[in-house]
């Protein structure tokens, strides 16, 4: 059975956004993301330290791996920023 247009034309528009993403990703790899202001020290290990309970938790189960290295880099963080 042949294909009818529409499905041709969605096939071929997914094709289409696949690339202009996949372009898109490589063109702002290592960029800083649109309108974000970079955080300074002091407000990062301010929001960690008052993060609640429920909420890390939460990231725990949601994210196992990644908040694992989160919480050693921003306890890292805590004994540079008191030493120095």
């Known amino acids: ?14 094709g ?3 690339s202009v993403r996949q372009e898109t990703r490589e063109m702002f ?3 800083q993301p649109f ?6 020290d002091v407000d990062r290990i301010s929001q960690y330290l008052t993060m609640s309970p429920e909420v890390k938790q ?11 290295d989160y919480q050693n ?7 540079e920023y008191g030493n120095g």
């Not at 059975?1 to 997914?14: C, H, R």
């Open 35 to 40: 309108r974000k202001v970079k955080q300074s």
């Open 29 to 31: 790899k290592g960029k």
């Open 58 to 68: 939460n990231l725990m189960q949601s994210f196992p791996d990644e908040f694992t």
């Open 73 to 79: 880099k921003m306890e890292q963080e805590i004994r």
């Open 1 to 14: 059975m042949d294909k009818s247009f529409t499905d041709v034309l969605v096939e071929e528009m997914k």
């Open 16 to 18: 289409v956004m696949l």
